[in-house]
């Protein structure tokens, strides 16, 4: 029977399930990615679990979120993270070295292989054909020692792609014409992979682009064949033989259908502040902004910078505008430093950052309060930036630099009648500079090696099991689309907490409901913990696990939900919170914060996989309530997550 190109991904990994839609299956994983926002967290688990090495092909840890140093928590935790990698067995990516999803495409990926990775942007992958997924670190610890990482399968979204992107539109405008069709809820269960003859004008690194911004549709990942392209940008990194040939049988099928006309699409823009919210950029034009900025995994390759260079190239950009360049890896910098690009950058008056993650995670470059920044980046959560009354807005690098020019949201079709300007013409390079300088190799043996643990660094915290009865208050209610973003916020103020739960835990809800934290300890200290009621698609967004683990720490014993994203509903089965759902959505407008809720007999509950009928005592009435829970997973939950579970296992 022919097969699509996740078919063949699938069944070649296949450990445990039958590749049927919504059965649990579980996948080999060929490869494992962390970042230093979560692989803090990731090491502590794997010395929580007692491990000695990896086992998978190949585990890299990048350092390019925390980057900024004003104290001593950040550089502490990049010397843990390099001893943690020399003893477990794990590449280190030096901090500077660039942005994980980029760096591991140009020097690891691998067409026909799996990797998970703890940043949700993992998906990026796909770009070589690859099938990627973003998940919470434990998941990522276990793939490490080589349990299959589990999932619901899902179905098989077929975009057909036909004709060629015009002037002045990018890999950007694809996605976001993805987002403006299905919002940030349309690829919950999803695979999206993409094929037709469209492909041929599109580079592995414009794949690239499209299959990062899939997770703000919310599908489980994006695929891409493994074809000529590839071939291509393997072979200009000097990997060329690494690549293999992927694509889907002829006359294969997929469940779901869509088509793009890659030759009808405009110029787009997602306004504050949700990815989903997408319209032409003419429909905002003239609105005046302070920031531009340009870099992300989400625009990371060479063309998405010597664009913008050539667009400003002899000229100023706005003395109003704030024009930050933040390259996305050392390679890419020593690249266009070579064509000439940082030159012209600079002299038009960009504000050239250090290869990392920068702004996009709210490290550095926040905008100004309450004003416009265009950003090339994959999100635009309210706060994200680092101010809370921003207004970002998700835009192409054409789009960018235009903007930068004039000093307000431009339509880059306008620039050659404004300026003169005509549409660049990107010609891929046949060769590149290529560093592997930051990148460390770990030991054979590291079975000696003690982990650096500087003052803020904590043990991974125990958690009891799970209680069989409760009678807690609901401490907050939240509406649709809530992100890890406001669950657990990023930034400079918070990230530097990243391996230290108790302080982070100050953090949870700070934004949206402020005092939660001290309400949380109070509701623990007196009835035992607490519940949190959420809509549709609760924890969408980063894979952060602290997200869990920290609301965990304060209590948090079960959420109420109409419904979930797919990592934040497996993050919270992980660290032992009873991921509930509504069978009634009206349910959720009968329940305020601060009614009482009460169960009983939870575990055999969890374990029959019936309804589960709660009390709301304050109303005086039940709710009815069901779980999406494996038996695998309903066990994990019972011993209070998965480091319990696995640290007796192993």
């Not at 499209?210 to 072979?235: C, K």
């Not at 108790?502 to 035992?528: L, N, T, W």
């Amino acid at each position: 029977m022919p097969e699509n190109v996740t078919q063949k991904l699938l069944r070649s990994h296949l450990a445990h399930g039958t590749l049927e839609p919504g059965a649990e299956i579980g996948l080999r994983i060929d490869q494992t990615l962390t970042q230093d926002a979560t692989g803090t967290m990731v090491m502590l688990e794997l010395e929580a679990m007692a491990v000695d090495r990896v086992k998978t092909e190949v585990s890299v840890q990048y350092v390019d979120h925390n980057l900024l140093q004003t104290d001593h928590k950040n550089p502490d935790d990049h010397l843990f993270l390099r001893s943690a990698c020399r003893r477990f067995g794990i590449w280190y990516s030096k901090p500077g070295n660039g942005v994980s999803h980029p760096v591991h495409m140009e020097r690891f990926g691998k067409p026909g292989k799996t990797l998970v990775g703890s940043d949700s942007h993992t998906p990026a992958a796909g770009s070589l054909g690859m099938f990627a997924l973003g998940a919470g670190g434990i998941d990522v610890a276990l793939a490490m020692i080589g349990e299959p990482v589990y999932l619901k399968m899902p179905a098989v979204w077929g975009v057909r792609l036909t004709g060629e992107l015009p002037d002045w539109v990018s890999a950007k405008d694809v996605i976001l014409e993805m987002l403006r069709r299905h919002d940030v809820d349309g690829g919950i269960g999803k695979v999206v992979e993409y094929h037709g003859p469209g492909l041929a004008s599109l580079s592995a690194m414009d794949r690239h682009v499209i299959a990062n911004m899939g997770t703000e549709l919310g599908a489980t990942t994006t695929v891409f064949p493994s074809d000529d392209a590839v071939r291509r940008f393997l072979r200009s990194q000097g990997r060329e033989d690494d690549w293999t040939e992927l694509v889907a049988d002829e006359g294969a099928e997929y469940d779901l259908h869509e088509e793009i006309d890659l030759s009808t699409l405009e110029p787009l823009v997602a306004c504050p502040s949700s990815p989903g919210n997408v319209v032409p950029v003419r429909e905002v034009a003239g609105k005046p902004i302070y920031q531009s900025y340009i870099g992300s995994s989400a625009n990371p390759g060479l063309r998405d910078f010597w664009v913008p260079s050539r667009i400003v190239q002899g000229r100023s950009t706005d003395h109003r505008v704030s024009f930050d360049v933040t390259p996305t890896s050392r390679q890419i910098l020593q690249n266009l430093f070579r064509m000439g690009a940082v030159q012209q950058l600079i002299e038009a008056g960009a504000r050239l950052h250090q290869a990392g993650c920068g702004g996009c995670i709210g490290m550095g470059q926040a905008p100004a309060s309450n004003e416009i920044s265009l950003r090339t980046v994959p999100r635009n959560f309210p706060g994200r930036s680092g101010t809370r009354d921003d207004l970002v807005y998700l835009v192409s690098p054409e789009t960018a630099a235009a903007s930068a020019l004039t000093g307000e949201i431009t339509d880059p079709r306008d620039l050659p009648e404004r300026f003169g300007i005509e549409c660049p013409r990107w010609e891929e390079p046949e060769e590149v500079i290529v560093n592997e300088q930051m990148l460390e190799a770990p030991p054979e043996d590291g079975r000696g090696i003690e982990l650096e643990k500087g003052p803020n660094i904590h043990d991974f915290p125990h958690f009891p099991d799970l209680v069989d009865r409760f009678s807690v208050p609901v401490l907050l209610k939240v509406e649709d689309d809530v992100s890890t973003d406001e669950i657990m916020p990023a930034g400079e103020e918070v990230l530097p907490f990243r391996s230290n739960v108790p302080k982070i835990s100050e953090f949870v809800y700070y934004r949206k409901s402020p005092g939660f934290h001290d309400r949380a300890k109070e509701a623990k200290d007196r009835f035992g913990g607490h519940v949190l009621v959420a809509g549709e698609n609760y924890a969408q967004g980063s894979s952060r696990e602290h997200a869990a683990i920290a609301p965990r720490y304060l209590g948090q014993i079960a959420v109420l939900a109409k419904s979930y994203a797919r990592i934040g509903w497996q993050n919270l089965a992980n660290f032992g919170i009873v991921p509930l759902e509504l069978v009634d959505p009206g349910d959720y407008d009968e329940i305020e914060q601060g009614d009482e809720i009460q169960a009983w007999d939870l575990r055999q509950a969890l374990r029959s996989g019936g309804e589960i009928v709660l009390r709301n005592r304050t109303k005086d009435r039940d709710i009815r309530t069901r779980h999406s829970l494996s038996e695998r997973q309903v066990e994990l939950i019972l011993e209070g997550g998965v480091v319990n579970y696995f640290k007796e296992k192993l």
